[in-house]
Every structure is written in C-alpha cells, then in structure tokens.
C-alpha cells in the first residue's frame, strides 16, 4: 500500500507507556510502581453491590445510553454534597466508559480541524491522541519543577484567535499538583474573558493531601462553558469497572453526548448501579482513602529520598515525582528500562507526558496506591541505586 496504514494524526503514538512498562513488571517479576492502578480492591459492600445487579438482572443488558438513571442521580447528588453545584440528572449528567471515554468524547465533539486546545505540560498521554483524533492542535503549558505551579502569563501569552479549548487537570497527573482557589479563578476569568470552552479532568478531586479542590465550574461565568469530568476507579479502587462521568449544562452535555454514543454507546451496566451506591458512601470513607493514601505517600516519598533521588512531594492524586539527577542519571526512558534489573521496581520516565521529551528527561514517577508491605519492598529494593551510582 502506497499510503501508511495509521492515520497520519496518530503518528508517533504508539502503544501507551504504562502497558509497556507493565508487560515489562510481568516479564521481570518486578514491582509495577508505574501504572496508577490499586493493588487491593475498594469497599467489599461495593463489590458486592455489583454482584447483586449482575444477579438481579440490572445492567446486564444496554443500559440507557445516557447512563443508569440512578448513577446519573447519584452523580448529580455528589456534585451538590461536596461542591454545592447543581445538575439536572437527566440533561446534565452522561456516565462514560471512565474518564478517558469522556475525554475522547468531549474533544471529538467540541473541536474542529484547526483549533487550538492548551493543556498543562506535562499531561496524561491520552490528551494528545484525543485532541490530534478530532484534527486540532495541541498547545502545551509548562508546569516546571520544583513546584509545578501553571503559569499564567504564559497561559494568557499562549491564547491566539485559534484557540478554543483549555483541557486541564487538577489534581495533575504526573506531578500532583492541585490548582488554589486564587489559580482557578484567574483561569476561569480568563475563559469567561476570551469565550473559551474548558475541560476539567477531575479523577483525582478526593485525593487531596493540601489545599482543596475547585472545581471550576463552580465560579461564575464558568457553568455554561466547562465539562467537568471524574470516574468511580481513583476514588472507589475498581479501576477495571471503567465508570466515568461528564457534568455540565444541557447544550454541553448534549454535544459530547452525541459524540459519545458512537464510541461505546453503552457499557459496564451493572457497575453503573454499584457505583451509584458508592456514591452516596458516608465523609469517612472519602476521608480515610485520603488518610490512607497520604501514609503511603510518605512511605514511598521517604524511601525515594533514601534511595538517593529528590523527591518532590505531590498535594494530590497517587503519584510521586522524583528527580534521578542526584544519583547520576540523566535519562528517564533510560533508566526506567534498567530499573526492573538493577532492584526489582517499575516506574514511568516523565518525559513520555511532554511535546519536548528533554522537558521531562530527569524525570521519574512512581504510584504510591499499593499495599505498605509493597511499597516497604519497594524502598528497600529501590536502595540499591545508591551502589549502583557509585
């Protein structure tokens, strides 16, 4: 064939690095700290919760194609519990195939050939599939270390007549970074100012260790232009069920909606009730997987710093970032490969998540949502590098 057989939009893509990274946890025996998975399941009561519609017989057939009308509700309770924001459950709320589905979802409807989407740098590797598939471009936003606070004259500096989306993610996936309130709202006064649309990537929004989450459709002039987007798998650790859901007014819901249904249409139909039920669990149980989540974070932090690397210390998701600097090493990709033989650990090089890979070069990021026998493990393995840097 005289023509490449990938659309030219997704050269380069490639398989994604986390099921590289986890074939080669598996091919090695090592410790996978790189793909941001659980490695114990969330609430029994849930759990069962899921085994008791698949018994029952709900779900295991399509579902409606805008979601279960339970889990929209419960979706739409959420918001108003915990935000004091207020969805109309029938044309305010769509449940996904988790949050990656919603992104896809959302950028193929909401842009055309030519627009121009920013993100924070770096990013979640699926953004630049999903926004190079709907034929915009990506336009970057450097979150630099060691604090990785967004920039907003750079943010205001990068706006051109082209742009039309603003897709951003807090908590930050890699760096942990979660937005204040002062930068939410001088990004949402930007939007309102310059008639931008924006995505908010929240998955992470009760994985908060400082400060709070703010979501931005919540200030003013934000409602009719966000789509808020969250899943059930970061904060109820059953990544697999693949739950997700996009808020937003009608006319937004609607459009990624119609976008929406030719991907999937329908999935994981029992979960959906399960999830519902999740949902409306007590504060404790939001309050304690934080706590949880928080201790292993600084186990992993501290045996990461005994290890010999910087460490900087994320204010949310389940990831630390770390700089292999200290210890010699100069190339992420390099020394994540070396890492299953030289002590047993898996991590993901940073540079995967930047346009510019030497952006991201010196960077390392590891998943603390393990068990403390594992990441004790872990550390202990990790120590090693200290020899070998010598």
């Known amino acids: 064939m005289r023509r490449p057989l990938l659309n030219r939009r997704l050269d380069g893509l490639g398989t994604t690095v986390f099921a590289e990274m986890s074939a080669l946890a598996q091919r090695t025996g090592a410790i996978n700290l790189g793909q941001g998975f659980p490695d114990t399941d969330g609430p029994e009561e849930i759990r069962e919760a899921a085994v008791r519609a698949l018994r029952d017989g709900r779900g295991n057939q ?45 950028m193929l409807a909401l842009l055309e050939p030519g627009d121009e989407v920013i ?65 939410a709202s001088a ?30 459709i919540s200030f003013p002039g934000m409602r009719e232009r966000t789509v808020s987007i969250s899943s059930a798998g970061k904060t109820f650790s059953f990544t697999g069920w693949k739950v997700g859901w996009v808020t937003g007014s009608a006319a937004l ?3 990624v909606r119609t976008a929406k249904q030719y991907l999937t249409f329908v999935s994981s139909g029992p979960f959906q009730h399960a999830v519902a039920e999740a ?65 047993g650990v898996v991590a993901v090089p940073h540079s995967v998540f930047y346009d510019d890979p030497d952006a991201g070069r010196g960077l390392v990021r590891f998943a603390f949502c393990k068990q403390d026998d594992v990441l004790r493990e872990a550390t202990d393995r990790l120590k090693t590098l200290r020899d070998w840097s010598r």
């Open 62 to 106: 399509y579902p409606p194609g805008p979601g279960v009308p339970e889990l929209r509700e419960a979706v739409a309770e959420h918001q108003a519990r915990f935000y004091g924001t207020r969805f109309d459950p029938d044309t305010e709320v769509l449940v996904t195939a988790g949050a990656t589905e919603a992104v896809a979802a959302s």
């Open 119 to 183: 993100a924070f740098e770096p990013y979640y590797d699926s953004y630049t599939a999903c926004i190079a598939m709907a034929g915009a471009r990506h336009v970057p936003l450097p979150l630099r270390a060691p604090d990785f606070r967004p920039d907003l004259d750079a943010l205001r500096d990068a706006l051109t007549p082209r742009t039309r989306l603003l897709l951003l993610n807090s908590p930050h996936n890699p760096t942990g970074t979660v937005l204040t309130r002062a930068e």
């Open 187 to 216: 990004v949402a006064e930007l939007a309102v100012a310059h008639d931008l649309l924006v995505v908010t990537d929240e998955v992470y929004e009760h994985l908060v260790f400082e400060g709070a989450h703010h979501p931005l």
């Open 253 to 255: 819901v609607s459009a």
């Open 279 to 343: 949902l409306r669990l007590p504060d404790t149980h939001f309050s304690s997987l934080r706590e949880d989540l928080r201790r292993k974070k600084e186990i992993l932090s501290a045996g990461l710093e005994e290890a010999g690397l910087t460490v900087y210390r994320p204010q949310g998701t389940y990831f630390v970032t770390a700089d292999i600097g200290p210890l010699g090493e100069e190339d992420g990709i390099t020394f994540c490969l070396r890492l299953p033989e030289r002590c």
